[in-house]
RNA sequence: CGGGGCGUAGCACAGCCUGGUAGUGCGCUCGGUUUGGGACCGAGAGGUCGUAGGUUCGAAUCCUAUCGCCCCGACCA
């Protein structure tokens, strides 16, 4: 390929628009363009980075089995509605009519499609496993798309599906998965950590994240020091020292605390208690639908009042309570000032459960078997102090709500401290059970011949976030670094003046020979000044380039650079094209081979 | 959806407050000099000032509406 031939618009200045660095590079190096929030036209170099990005995936799919598909973007609305998804999407999902004004929709991912070629194919346990895959675009109205590829609207998902008999073998199938997953990361250059993970709107009982450890990652991963624990903050657990209550009141005895607000503003009144001592009454609301009906309940959520909340905890607490007789959980948000008036008869501020039975009660587990804890009378300006969780507090559901924080015990082994580092999710992996083939009739017999549901998990990848993730990982000020199993080109030929007849013939008998021995390699032969080529091949972050130039080509050699080390070589002429076919042959081979998990966050800036 | 910011040439921006000639740098074209880390000189091309309406003799500039994009909070590959 010849680079005077060949489409890099590459930009001097950084584009306004972006934020994150692997938005930055992405634009300047001549990798991508925007169409629309969210929508990112995929120029030369980057869709050549994406398709071996796909194959390394598609490789690492068939080894393991999976059977590659193409399903098709546009969906009727009915298997939607069938799976009960239709109406739980909401605003993210992308709705259009056809013609006749039929309802349909863009795939935001095909558990339903796959479910149902499952439904009408699969009829005995002999047909099991299968596991299928597919790599397709993805379309999701997200309320927020951002940071160039890192969350966008329509994107390039690996999913696959597994379907077993029984639940060893969709143990075998995650693990299958599992393994694939951590070759395709590794092999795509990427440091990557497995977490135990939230399961969302896909359901199911069990999931892990791949997530990779960067500052332009929106989640939280807690993961310990000593052992491999690691799981998103939406999940993780932490063991937390007992504290000394005293002995219990006999009754809770009301105060006055007027002007107080917050749970510091009670630390500091007199007479009041030490944030960790006393319980902090949040209300919020769940909405839910059945059909067409929506509703809305309020309820309360206590936690220790140094700890904070986390929504996700929390919506997976009171989505077991809510979703009875059809009724199906959408969201939680916290209450409206004048609801929490309503329900509670005090503003906030001043709330309390304490004979509270009007709404349901989710409570922190760790305010299991506190006393004399201090929190509000619901009552505007009053406390209650000598409060027994257990005795004073209807509680209709314990569970765990609160967020782990850093420095906290590891709950998996007994010296860990917790730490908590943001990170990007490329990969999740499901134990989907019975969901789907429930609600949709996947049902297959068995060997007693008896009809069962067949046993599903879910797999995705996101393929052009591998492609940011390696570059926010892999960049310095020059530019991108690509790992070389995903680098556009492997290898580019740079003379450093083309008007100079001798460097042009070397740079075009190197050129010939590369391509001819199979290397992806680029000419630059371009009529340009040396520092444009050479910050543009920097910029782009080819692995390696061979420039070749006047002084040293007298002296027979040629310059063989390298990006990541930035170490350059002085190669004989006449030798260069073989030495750097084995360079890059090495380079390959250790990218494939080499472990690359990573179990703690790369420290903060 | 709530909050903040921005729409002027391919890119980055100035001009707007205080209404009156459309401007700078980079990039692009042509000619010349230059050639190992984003050269220099000269001559050019290129803009419905996001869109619509209003105020005014006159609007990039003031007013109204609208669309789009970016960033901060609740969702996910």
Redesign the pocket.
């Known amino acids: 390929m010849h680079w005077s031939n060949y489409f890099i ?12 660095v692997s ?1 930055k590079l992405l634009l ?1 190096a001549g990798l991508i363009r ?1 169409l ?4 990112y036209s995929y120029l030369p170099l980057a869709q050549r980075s994406v398709l071996k990005i796909s194959n390394i995936i598609r490789e690492e799919m068939n080894a393991v089995g999976a059977q590659e598909f193409y399903l098709p973007a546009i969906h009727p609305a009915e298997y939607w509605q069938e799976s009960g998804r239709w109406s739980i999407m909401g605003d ?1 999902m992308f709705r259009l009519k056809d013609r006749k004004g039929g309802d349909y929709c863009l795939g935001m ?1 095909h558990e339903e499609v796959m479910t149902d070629i499952a439904r009408h194919e699969l009829r005995s346990y002999k047909q099991l496993p299968q596991v299928w895959y597919q790599i397709q675009s ?1 379309f ?1 109205d ?12 329509q ?3 690996k ?1 696959a599906y597994s379907f077993d008999i029984d639940q060893a073998g969709l143990d075998k199938s995650f693990d299958d998965q599992r393994h694939a997953y951590c070759r395709i990361f590794s092999r795509c250059g990427l440091e990557y950590v497995i977490v135990e ?2 399961t ?3 359901g199911g009982s069990a ?1 892990n ?2 997530m990779v450890y960067t500052n332009a990652g ?2 939280l991963v807690a993961s310990c020091h000593e052992c491999d624990y690691a799981a998103n903050v ?1 999940k993780a657990k932490s063991r937390i020292p007992a504290i000394d209550d005293g002995a219990a009141a006999s009754a809770p005895e009301k105060f006055p605390t007027p002007g107080v607000r917050t749970i510091d503003d009670l630390v500091t009144f007199p007479g009041g208690a030490a944030a960790d001592r006393q319980i902090k009454t949040l209300i919020y609301v769940s909405v839910a639908e059945k059909g067409n009906d929506a509703r809305s309940t309020p309820f309360l959520a206590l936690l220790r009042g140094d700890h904070p909340l986390n ?2 905890k929390l ?1 997976n607490a009171i989505a077991g309570l809510v979703n009875t007789d059809g009724w199906e959980q959408t ?3 916290p209450a409206h000032a004048e609801e929490i008036l309503e329900l509670m008869g005090a503003n906030a501020g001043s709330l309390g459960a304490v004979g509270f039975s009007k709404a349901w009660v989710i409570a922190d587990e760790a305010l299991r078997g506190r006393v004399n804890m201090t929190t509000g009378a619901n009552e505007d300006d009053h406390h209650l102090r000598g409060v027994s969780v257990e005795r004073d507090i209807k509680v209709t559901k314990w569970a765990d709500i609160r967020s782990v924080a850093e420095g906290e015990s590891c709950p998996n082994c007994d010296s860990g401290k917790l730490q908590v580092g943001k990170a990007l ?4 992996i ?1 134990k989907l059970g019975t969901k789907y083939s429930n609600s949709m009739g996947a049902r297959v017999l068995n060997s007693d011949g008896k009809e069962v549901p067949v046993i599903m998990g ?1 797999y ?7 492609l940011a993730a390696a570059i926010e990982m892999h960049n310095d000020d ?2 991108i670094i690509f790992p070389i199993t995903i680098a556009p080109f492997q290898i580019v030929v740079t003379p ?2 083309v ?2 007849a001798e460097l042009k013939a070397v740079g075009d008998r190197i050129y010939s020979e590369l391509h001819e021995a199979g290397i992806e390699v680029l000419y630059d032969d371009r ?13 782009v972050g080819f692995p390696f ?1 061979l ?7 007298k002296e027979g ?3 063989f ?1 390298d990006r990541r080390t930035k170490q ?1 070589e002085d190669l004989p002429a006449d030798q260069a094209v073989k030495i750097a076919i084995d360079r890059i042959h090495d380079e390959l081979n250790e990218g494939a081979h080499a472990p690359r998990v990573r179990n703690q966050p790369r420290l903060l800036e």
């Open positions: 618009p590459t930009l001097r200045e950084e584009p306004a628009d972006a934020e994150v938005h300047r925007q629309g929030a969210g929508i993210n991912t993805k999701r997200e309320p927020r798309p951002k940071s160039g590829l890192l969350r966008v609207r994107f390039t998902m999913d993970a939230d969302g709107a896909m999931s994240e791949f929106e989640d939406e929504e996700v919506a969201a939680i948000r999710e490329v990969g999740h499901f879910c995705g990848i996101g393929v052009e976030r591998i020059a530019g450093l003046n008007r100079d009529d340009e000044r040396a520092g444009v080529k050479l910050n543009d091949a920097d910029l380039q420039r070749i130039g006047p002084k040293k080509l050699k040629v310059e650079y350059s």
